[in-house]
């Protein structure tokens, strides 16, 4: 791990634009989110699929637009050739909310699907709608037979329909950027069914920085990151190989101040 000191001024000052910057940020990411719930339905009852798709995908290029409004930039690094003949299983560290919009923009030619919390597929506009209706496996932590059956149901449309999808092993945001451990039973359970899965790491660096604070301010003049690492063939390998060897590389790429 690599360290990158930051000053105590340059915080308090980051801080300081945070408290008027954060206001415009959330008043533009509140705008976008609301008039893209209705465009979403609009584009999945007349178009289908295909038309859901893209509009879920121009939904996230305006969220991830959206933090540059506080100062910060995003920087996604993919010098991997992956295919698109098969379908790939992402395996992320994970820092914030905020990690989400690069993942599904910049790599929106994969089609990834999320195994995200049920909690979350009701109550928040677009994003709500498209973890219901966008092939997104909503997983109830409190009830194992039903998380499971949901990771089923995406491997199984990983296998027969070609998609790919993004887990976040740690199984919770790390506040401070640290990784912590990976949890091996997601990945298990599509490694078992989606046999012809490739596995592909990718580290998140520094956007739990932009909410260092909590939900206000949110930190400014942050330089994030993400990065597409060197696929893991999982063939011949067991599901706790897998994890333990995409667990090392992408804690290989993480820097913490």
Known sequence: MQLRPVG??????????GYILSPIFYL?????ITVFHPIQWLCLKLGGYQAHKKCVDTLNCCLVACYYVLGNTVSF???QQLPTDRPILFVA?????YDIPPLIFFL???????ISKIELAKGIPSISFNLRHGGAANIDRKDPKQSIAEILKLANNMKAKNWSAFIFPEGTRAKTGKVKPFNVGGIAVILKKATNVLVVPVAINHSWEMVRYGFFP??????MS??????????GLSAEEVVAQTEARIKE?????
């Open 8 to 17: 105590y001024p340059v915080l308090l000052m980051r801080k300081f634009f």
């Open 28 to 32: 533009l990411f509140g705008v976008i």
């Open 77 to 79: 690094i993919n010098k």
């Open 93 to 97: 560290n994970h820092q914030s909310m």
């Open 108 to 114: 929106r030619k994969y089609h990834g699907k999320f």
């Open 218 to 223: 949110l930190n400014t003049f942050t330089r």
């Open 226 to 235: 993400w990065e597409v690492l060197t696929p893991i063939e999982p063939q």
């Open 253 to 257: 790429k993480i820097v913490l101040n």
